[in-house]
């Protein structure tokens, strides 16, 4: 009996440790599983699962993006407007050469062009943003707080506040077409997942960005270039928001003042519930990921029960509150 009674008390820690480790992965499965019962398994069939990884792949990039920085014990505020003016600037070079309201009439742009304009748009302001972090002292709150209103000043000037549309039929495929039944979009954030993973796991680099986090002090003098080290993490996020920006102007087939509208909020909630630490120095590319489908969940149940767009919003911000206090309890406990 004695023997049971370990047996009994040994499996209860298992099971709470496990619970404990992976309390988004949980989470997600049981909002999974009420969503399945609310809609009678609808949210379980293919259409509505495709329709899941096409609405959440743009918001993936963003999250991988900004997990990194948080990672590193930093934050960004600009990526909604950095992702807005990347669409723009993508889309004013895809768009066809005879539309009378294009940005650059009666030009005609290799398909390749938009990406390299939005991408470098992107990698631009990331770097700008590690720049005034690592040697400008900065805050990142407040840093990225006027790089998210510059880019909201650049992107009204370039497109004179007008819709960038009319974009060519080559340029939206590769955002809206799919490999048999898989969508373009949700093969390009495996691909991105496995590169953000192997480079914090596997490399001498992501080894730093984690010492950061954890410690900058102690991560300077290990002999960590920590200046250098938030420099390259922001440019590498900012490579993924020009990622986004692409893609979710091809997806849309056009651009505007607001387009990616608070991308931000949904980013940073994203991968606040996938157990990235806001302390820095915590978190896995899985956790991200699990985020950003377990708010796409959040979303798709709201919807579905015909909560208004702006309750939505009051949802989100609740979510991001009680999940940095849970985290906060647990990794103080530890």
Known sequence: MAANAVGALARKKGIAAFLGKNTNLVTFVVLATILGVMTRGRSFEWPSVRNLMIAESVRAFAALGVG??????????????????VASVSASF?????????????????IYLPFIAGILTGGLFGFFNGVLVA????????????????????????????VVGSVKDAYKVLAQGSVGPIPNLALYVVVAAAIVWFLLRHTRRGTNFYAIGGNPVAARVSGINVEKELVVVYTFAGLLYGIAGCLL???????NALTANGMELDAIAAVTVGGISQAGGVGTVGGMIIGVLTLGIINYGMTYLGVDSYYQLLVKGF?????????????SQR
């Open 68 to 85: 990194m920085i948080i990672i590193t014990r930093g934050i960004d505020l600009s990526i909604g407007y950095v992702v807005c003016l």
């Open 94 to 110: 895809a768009q066809t050469p005879d539309y009378m309201a294009a940005l650059y009439p009666g030009m005609d742009f290799p």
């Open 135 to 162: 040697y400008g002292k900065l805050p990142a709150f407040i840093a990225t707080l006027g790089t998210m209103s510059i880019a909201r000043g650049a992107q009204l000037i370039y497109t004179k506040a007008a």
């Open 249 to 255: 102007s091809g997806r849309l087939g056009l651009a």
């Open 319 to 331: 979510i991001i509150l009680v999940a940095v206090y849970f985290y906060i309890r647990k990794y």
